[in-house]
């Protein structure tokens, strides 16, 4: 599920261990909350006003991303997806 607001993204992923998702792509900035939930172990407030769930609460984009960028980003996001969902 992926949910679009200005300047805010959120991308939902059932079904994979999120840590093990995250250290499969060092070089994207990627993170389980948002940057006004720095330090915190709480889902960021935002996206829970959004509707959605502690689990769904997730990433964002930033204001200077480009298409390009959020095209490859897409592209190794979707083969880790699809490696960590053939290994479950």
Do not use: W
Not at 3 to 19: A, E, F, H, K
Not at 63 to 82: F, H, L, N, S
Request: glycine share 10%; proline share 6%; aromatic share 2%.
């Amino acid at each position: 599920m992926v949910r679009l607001v200005p300047s805010t993204g959120n991308v939902t992923i059932p079904g994979i261990q999120v840590d093990a998702f995250l250290t499969l792509l060092p070089h994207l900035g990627l993170s389980l909350g948002s940057a006004c939930n720095a330090g915190a172990l709480e889902p960021s407030y935002v996206l829970t006003e959004l509707g959605l769930s502690r689990e769904e609460a997730a990433s964002s984009l930033g204001k200077g991303t480009t298409p390009e960028e959020v095209k490859m980003a897409v592209e190794d996001i979707v083969r880790e997806v699809q490696e960590l969902l053939a290994l479950a």
